[in-house]
């Protein structure tokens, strides 16, 4: 058999094992998946008064709010999801698994193909759930076309596939489950320091420049301006290179790490 259709049908099995796994032990997607529920919530219920004011809109504007944060939350969904990749491959590399696959004869790249992509039809998934959600409590898009649609959705999985390489390369670098957790957590985190929850322009002066530039702004303002139909600047094209290169660097990270053979 060639290369090319050996590494598909390797790369499906390895995807069918990965989903059975995430179907068997939803657990940790389920948790990974409340917390951007959880803080949609909170900040449209219990902060989304206040917070409404750093948007200009000169006075409570809940629904506003709620436009605003949706698209924040939807890649922030992304950053959670990914870091349940990074235990997964850390749990193949500890408990022995890998071990057994290097020893069969088949491609060895289809074993973390079939993590990327389980998890970036997990993200997906996720993202349709709050995204669902968001649409419960009030968010709507009438203003975007049916190419910003499929622009947004492209953007949602390019994202998604950035950090999912990320994430493998933490999980594989990392001694344990716990430690894969840890290391992944900055996907979680750095959405907290950007533009997701208020603009670039009401926080301090010395921090903007750092929110401003970090991978997830310009992928939230852009996913924004794609949903509300308004503009998305020079956002997209950061948000295009934040991901192209995000992927380069996880992929080559992870592919020599898995292919350095244990001593």
């Known amino acids: 058999m060639s290369s090319l259709p050996l590494a598909v049908r390797d790369s499906t099995t390895m ?27 909170l900040f449209v219920y219990i902060f989304g008064d206040a917070m409404s004011s750093t948007l200009g ?34 749990n193949d590399m500890t408990e022995g698994i890998i071990a057994r696959f290097r020893t069969m004869a088949i491609h060895r790249p289809s074993v973390l193909m079939g993590h990327v992509v389980g998890s970036v039809l997990q993200s997906v998934m996720a993202v349709i759930l709050v995204g669902a959600v968001g649409v419960a409590i009030g968010f709507r898009s009438t203003d975007a076309t049916a190419l910003e649609w499929l622009a947004a959705f492209g953007l949602l999985v390019l994202f ?17 489950a716990e430690a894969a957790g840890n290391n992944a957590m900055p996907l979680i985190l750095l959405p907290l320091l ?4 208020t603009p670039v322009d009401a926080m301090p ?54 292919n350095r053979e244990p001593k």
């Open 160 to 176: 998604s596939t950035a950090l999912t390489w990320i994430a493998v390369g933490m999980g594989l670098v990392s001694p344990n």
């Open 194 to 197: 950007s533009s997701a929850f």
């Open 57 to 90: 809109s000169g006075g409570p504007d809940r629904s506003a709010y709620i436009a605003y944060v949706v698209p924040g939350l939807l890649l922030m969904t992304v950053g959670s999801t990914v870091v349940g990749t990074a235990v997964s491959v850390c």
């Open 205 to 258: 002066g010395w921090f903007q420049p750092i929110a401003e530039y970090q991978p997830f702004t310009p992928a939230i303002e852009t996913l924004r301006g794609l949903l509300l139909g308004s503009g998305i600047g020079h956002n997209g094209w950061l948000a295009l290179g934040w991901c192209l290169a995000l992927t380069a660097l996880g992929y080559l990270w992870s592919t020599s790490t898995f």
């Open 15 to 41: 995807l069918r094992r990965n989903l059975l796994h995430a179907r068997r032990y939803p657990s940790l997607t389920l948790n990974l998946l409340l917390t951007p529920i959880m803080l949609l919530l």
